[in-house]
């Protein structure tokens, strides 16, 4: 026979020894969930790849423990269907062992294989991305074995900044880099890879003030790593409202400026008081989120008030969540594409200033705007506080808005005037509370 008839000759037995092996593990798999203790001592001496055509005691009792495992199965449908899960999973586990046995077992399905070979991938951005097996098993609240690492999408569309950012020594510090961070976050790589390093703190760094005098005293330098900012202290930031330039809140770090009388009384037709939308509810506001804060003085007046605010915030050039956490209520750092990480029908009130508004393209907004309306509870507010757009664009915000169905507590529709009435800026407030019965 020639030598290419003995490699398909040995190519096909190693095909067939494989198949059985694949079933014989399979099988214990089954044997072992139901058959209570095993007795592996019977096996130890069972080598179906040393003789083949041999039958053995050790062979006739695993054959007597399948047929046992198969009249169990019958008995119990959600145990077969749970088990054939297991089995399936092995039996894939062990099929691409085989076939690939020196790589990874989840290589030819890894999501981030789009960006080449899965060995481009390497150092810790491979050890936090690549699949985790349980070490329990099979676990049926995930429906697999298997846990993934939770990324962004986008953060494998920037495959070079999302490489730099894992790029560190584990278990040292971290580098300075909150400005890339940021960056990937603001790009759509939500939630970004979790990292094996400390964070750096300012090595003269003071406990914040004691509460309530925390809410409204700036805090100390120390608190904050100044490295990704152009201030390098709050004096800084509190005076950058004296001078030209665009800024993300600008003088909202002044605590003594208009922060100290925001929402305390109406304004006019716009502003509305956090106390008239409180009465509008009769004191069953008591938990709630204020999205895109700034420095979480809204959070700040609600506590006066006995309410929980958790608040949303970026570090635009300057450390609005260390100063949010000074003041005493919650920082979360999620951008505004973020789904809101609440649970359905579980707050009292939604806050926005200006955040929402025409900068978001619109499909997003409308996405943003059913998101608000999940984690609402019924009854709960959807405090809307100076939607921003153009005259001509009321035609789409107004029935977007509308659609949803909710009751209109409050609404005033008002030009923007600070930049002129030629502009025709216009402002949305409104207070809308979720129906009592859904859709």
Not at 44 to 65: C, V
Not at 248 to 275: A, N, T, V
Not at 316 to 322: A, E, I, K, S
Not at 361 to 382: A, C, N, S
Request: net charge neutral.
């Amino acid at each position: 026979m020639s030598s290419d008839g003995n490699a398909k000759r040995k190519a096909g037995d190693w095909s067939k020894w494989r198949i059985v092996l694949l079933f014989l593990c399979s099988n214990l798999a089954s044997i072992f969930l139901f058959s209570g203790p095993f007795n592996w001592v019977s096996l130890q001496y069972f080598h179906p790849w040393e003789s083949p055509n041999r039958a053995t005691p050790a062979m006739d009792e695993l054959i007597a423990k399948l047929n046992q495992t198969r009249n169990e199965l019958q008995l119990s449908k959600e145990f077969s269907q749970e088990l054939s899960a297991q089995i399936e999973q092995l039996t894939r586990f062990l099929r691409t062992s085989f076939e690939n046995p020196n790589g990874n077992a989840h290589e030819e399905e890894h999501q981030w294989g789009s960006w080449g070979k899965p060995e481009a991938l390497t150092g810790e951005l491979k050890e936090f991305l690549y699949p985790k097996m349980l070490p329990l098993g099979y676990n049926p609240s995930f429906g697999s074995d298997t846990i993934y690492a939770s990324a962004g999408q986008a953060c494998a569309l920037f495959k070079e900044d999302t490489e730099k950012y894992m790029e560190y020594e584990a278990g040292d510090l971290c580098p300075e880099d909150e400005i890339l961070a940021q960056k990937l976050l603001l790009r759509g790589c939500e939630p970004l890879p979790r990292r094996r390093c400390f964070p750096r703190s300012s090595p003269n760094y003071q406990e914040p003030y004691p509460f309530p005098e925390s809410m409204w005293k700036t805090p100390p330098n120390s608190s904050v790593v100044w490295t990704a900012y152009t201030c390098k202290d709050y004096a800084c930031l509190i005076d950058r409202k004296n001078h030209p330039g665009v800024e993300d809140c600008k003088d909202c770090f002044d605590l003594q400026f208009r922060e100290k009388s925001r929402w305390l009384r109406p304004g006019g037709s716009l502003d509305f008081s956090i106390d008239e939308v409180l009465a509008l509810k009769k004191k069953t506001i008591r938990i709630g989120l204020d999205i895109g804060g700034g420095t979480a003085t809204f959070a700040v007046r609600m506590r006066e008030r006995n309410v929980t605010i958790v608040t949303t915030s970026m570090n635009f050039n300057g450390p609005f969540n260390n100063f949010i956490a000074s003041r005493g209520v919650v920082p979360l750092y999620i951008t505004i594409n973020h789904r809101l990480p609440f649970f359905d029908n579980t707050l009292d009130i939604v806050h926005s200033m200006h955040v929402l508004s025409n900068w978001i393209p619109t499909q997003l907004l409308e996405f943003i705007l059913y998101d608000i309306y999940r984690v609402l509870r019924p009854g709960g507010v959807f405090w809307l506080d100076h939607f921003f757009c153009i005259e001509h664009q009321l035609e789409t915000y107004v029935p977007m808005i509308e659609n949803l169905g909710f009751n209109k507590l409050k609404w005033a529709v008002g030009q923007k005037l600070d930049r002129g009435a030629d502009k025709k800026e216009m402002y949305i407030s409104a207070v809308l509370e979720k129906p009592l019965v859904g859709h």
